[in-house]
C-alpha cells in the first residue's frame, strides 16, 4: 500500500476507496470537452488493476472507459509497516550492574553472659515483609526443639540472611538484636535494604529525572537485584540510550545503599531519505521522500518527527510530536498530516481529478506489563480523518458519492473514530513475537459524514496483525506477517481493506482490491549471500510468497477474483544502518486484467533507504 502518505494508524493494511457503476443520463448534445475525451479514448478499454468499474457510457452506449478508482487517488490511510524487530541479545548482568559483595548488616557483638547451650522452641522473626511466618520457621526449623549453642544461633540469622540474598534481595540481612531469652524464643531482627539515592551521571541532554523516575519504580524497598537489573535491561533498550553501568555502595547508614549509574546517551537526531515505487500509478508510482526525526527535542524523552513525501502528481507532509507521560513508559503522541493528490495517468488526466486531505490523532499509550522480553500495552486513540475530491465529472452533473462513496455533494467525507488497540510483543535472542489487535469505533460527532444509508462515519471494525521473526542463522531471518479487518456493514472506502502492493499482495498494482474485510498472509525468508565485512555489507537474496482474500459486508457484491496470490524472489543489500536498497519481483499466481506501464504493473518494487546521519 502506499506508505509515505499515510495515516498514522498501526494496523497495518490498506484502507482506500472502491468503484461504483456511473450511469449519466442521457442528453442530447454532449459538452464539448467531454466529447474531446471520448474522442482521445483507445478502441479497446484500458486494463486498470480494479474490479469494480466506473464507466462513462454516451447516450447510444457506444462507448465505455474505466476512470481511476478513488483509491488511486486519495492518500493512503495507515502507515508502513514498521521494519521486522530482528532478535538479538540482551545486555548481560555482568555489563550494566557489576557482581558486587552484599551490602549487610553489620554483625552484632557477641553477648558476654551467654548459656554454653539453649533449648530454642522458635525464633520469632522481627521486621520482614517479604517471607511469610511459615517460610521463615521452615528456614530455622533445624535450630529449634534441641538444645544449641550460640554459634548455631548465630547460623540461624546467616540461615534467614541467605534466604533474602538467594532470592535477590542482596542489601537486606539478619541480626540478634540484645535481648532476654524467655520460654525458649529467640528474637531475630530483619533489615530489608532500600536505595538512600540514585546518582545519575553521564547525561547531557537527557534529563537525569528521566532515568531516576523509571529506576525508582524497579527499587522500592526492599531492594531486589533482579528487579534491579529488569528496570537497567529496559533503559539499556531505550533508543535513547547507548550504553550504561551501575554500582551499589553502601549507605550513610546500615541497612540503605546508593546507586550509581552512569550513562552514555545514544544519538538522537536522525534523518532518512527514501526512494521507491510504491504510490499509485495513477498519481506518479515513483515517490520521494525526507524524513527528520528528534527523539528527545526538550530533554524530556520527547520526540518530534517530520516527513515530506512528492511523487509527480501528489505531494504530503506529516508530522508527529510524542511526550512522555509516566515513568512507566506511557506517552501522549499527537499525528497531523496533509495530503494533496491529482491524476497524471494518462489518459485520465483529462478528467481533472483532484483530492485534498487531512487527519488529525491524539493517542495515549499505557504498557501494562514490561519486562526485557515481553511487553503487554494497551491505548486509545481519537482521530478525524477529512478529504476533499472534485474532478471534471463534478462540473459535468455527475455526483460526487458515484466518485468517492458516502461523500456530500461538494465531495467531502469526515470521520470521526475512537480506536481501541491493545499491543503484545514477546522477544528473545532468537525470535520476536508482535500481536496488535484494535477496535474502531466511528461515531457521528464534530460535522462528521452521516449519510440516510451506509457508507458514513458511523461503523464498527476490528482489525488484527501478527508478525513472527526467527532469526534462523546469522543474518538469516524467517519473517511471517498476517493483516486481517472485519466489520458488518459497508465502509467509507478511507476505512476499508486494500490488498495489492509493494508492502501487501507484490505482483499486482497498488491496492488492486479494496472491500470492506479482508485478510493478508505473507511469507520471506531473508538469506545472506555475500558478505563483505570491511564495509559492513551485506547481499541476501529473499523468496516470498504473498496470499490475500477480500470480501464486502452488508450483502454488496464481492470483486471478482476476490483472492490474489503471488510468488517472488527480492534482492536486498544492506550497508550497516547506514544505506539498504531493495528489489522485489512479484509473480501474480491470479489472472488479472492489468496495464504494463509502469514498473509496478509489471510485479517490480524497489526502495532506497539513506540515514545520512
Not at 323 to 329: M, S, T, V
Not at 501 to 516: C, E, M, N, P, V
Request: glycine letters at 6%; a neutral charge; aromatic letters at 8%.
Amino acid at each position: 500500500m502506499d506508505r509515505q502518505d499515510a495515516y498514522s494508524t498501526t494496523i497495518n493494511n490498506s484502507i482506500f476507496f472502491d468503484s461504483q457503476v456511473l450511469n449519466i443520463p442521457k442528453i442530447c448534445v454532449l459538452p464539448l470537452s467531454l466529447i474531446v475525451f471520448i474522442v482521445s479514448l483507445p478502441s479497446t478499454p484500458a486494463k486498470a488493476q480494479v474490479t469494480n468499474t466506473t464507466q462513462l457510457p454516451n447516450n447510444n452506449s457506444l462507448f465505455s472507459q474505466q476512470i481511476p478508482p478513488p483509491q488511486d487517488v486519495q492518500p493512503p490511510v495507515t502507515p508502513p509497516p514498521s521494519s521486522p524487530e530482528v532478535p538479538q541479545e540482551l545486555p548481560t548482568p555482568a555489563e550494566l550492574f557489576p557482581s558486587s559483595t552484599p551490602i549487610l548488616t553489620p554483625e552484632q557483638p557477641i553477648p558476654n553472659k551467654f548459656p554454653q547451650t539453649i533449648v530454642v522452641e522458635r525464633f520469632e522473626v522481627i521486621g520482614s515483609t517479604v517471607f511469610s511466618a511459615q517460610e521463615l520457621a521452615e528456614v530455622t526449623a533445624e535450630f529449634t526443639q534441641r538444645p544449641i549453642s550460640l554459634t548455631e544461633v548465630y547460623q540461624a540469622r546467616s540461615k534467614i540472611t541467605e534466604l533474602y540474598v538467594k532470592n535477590g534481595y542482596i542489601t537486606s540481612g539478619a541480626y540478634i538484636p540484645p535481648q532476654t531469652i524467655k520460654s525458649g524464643v529467640v528474637q531475630i531482627q530483619v533489615v530489608e535494604g532500600k536505595l538512600e539515592d540514585i546518582q545519575i551521571t553521564g547525561t547531557r541532554r537527557l534529563n537525569p529525572n528521566y532515568i531516576r523516575s523509571r529506576l525508582a519504580l524497579a527499587t522500592s524497598p526492599p531492594l531486589n537485584r533482579q528487579r534491579l537489573l529488569e528496570a537497567l535491561q529496559l533503559l539499556r533498550l531505550n533508543p535513547l540510550i547507548k550504553n550504561l553501568s551501575a554500582e551499589l555502595s553502601a549507605g550513610s547508614r546500615a541497612g540503605v545503599s546508593l546507586l550509581e549509574v552512569k550513562i552514555d546517551e545514544a544519538k538522537t537526531f536522525s534523518s532518512q531519505i527514501a526512494l521507491d515505487n510504491g504510490r499509485s500509478p495513477s498519481v506518479g508510482s515513483f515517490r520521494r521522500r525526507l524524513q527528520l526525526n528528534e527523539a528527545n527535542l526538550l530533554g524530556l524523552g520527547d520526540s518530534l518527527g517530520i516527513a515530506y513525501a512528492n511523487t509527480d502528481g501528489s505531494n504530503s507532509f506529516d508530522a508527529s510530536y510524542t511526550l512522555p507521560l509516566n515513568a512507566r513508559n506511557g506517552t501522549l503522541a499527537f499525528n497531523y498530516g496533509i495530503t494533496s493528490s491529482n491524476v497524471i495517468e494518462p489518459p485520465f488526466k483529462i478528467l481533472d481529478i483532484e483530492s485534498d486531505s487531512r487527519y488529525y490523532e491524539l493517542t495515549f499509550r499505557q504498557p501494562i506489563v514490561q519486562t526485557p522480553t515481553r511487553e503487554l500495552a494497551i491505548g486509545l486513540t481519537a482521530s478525524r480523518r477529512e478529504s476533499d475530491i472534485s474532478s471534471f465529472l463534478q462540473r459535468e452533473g455527475v455526483p460526487a458519492s458515484e466518485i468517492s462513496p458516502g461523500a456530500d455533494e461538494q465531495g467531502r467525507t469526515r470521520v470521526s473514530a475512537l480506536r481501541f488497540f491493545q499491543e503484545f510483543t514477546s522477544r528473545n535472542s532468537r525470535e520476536v513475537i508482535a500481536l496488535r489487535s484494535q477496535f474502531n469505533l466511528g461515531i457521528g460527532a464534530l460535522d462528521a459524514t452521516i449519510n440516510q444509508n451506509p457508507p458514513d462515519s458511523r461503523f464498527f471494525a476490528w482489525q488484527g496483525q501478527a508478525q513472527w521473526a526467527r532469526l534462523l542463522a546469522p543474518e538469516t531471518l524467517l519473517l511471517l506477517r498476517l493483516n486481517t479487518q472485519l466489520t458488518s456493514k459497508r465502509l467509507l472506502p478511507i476505512e476499508q481493506f486494500g490488498l495489492g502492493g509493494q508492502d501487501s499482495i507484490r505482483g499486482y498494482r497498488q491496492d488492486f482490491l479494496l472491500t470492506d474485510n479482508g485478510a493478508f498472509v505473507s511469507a520471506e525468508v531473508q538469506i545472506p549471500i555475500l558478505r563483505l565485512s570491511e564495509i559492513d555489507s551485506t547481499l541476501q537474496v529473499i523468496p516470498f510468497v504473498d496470499f490475500g482474500v477480500g470480501w464486502n459486508s452488508s450483502g454488496r457484491e464481492n470483486p471478482d477474483p476476490n483472492t490474489l496470490a503471488a510468488v517472488g524472489l527480492g534482492l536486498r543489500w544492506s550497508q550497516g544502518s547506514r544505506l539498504s536498497i531493495r528489489l522485489d519481483w512479484g509473480i501474480p499466481l491470479v489472472f488479472v486484467e492489468s496495464g504494463d506501464r509502469t514498473l509496478q504493473e509489471n510485479g517490480l518494487y524497489f526502495s532506497l533507504l539513506y540515514n545520512p546521519f
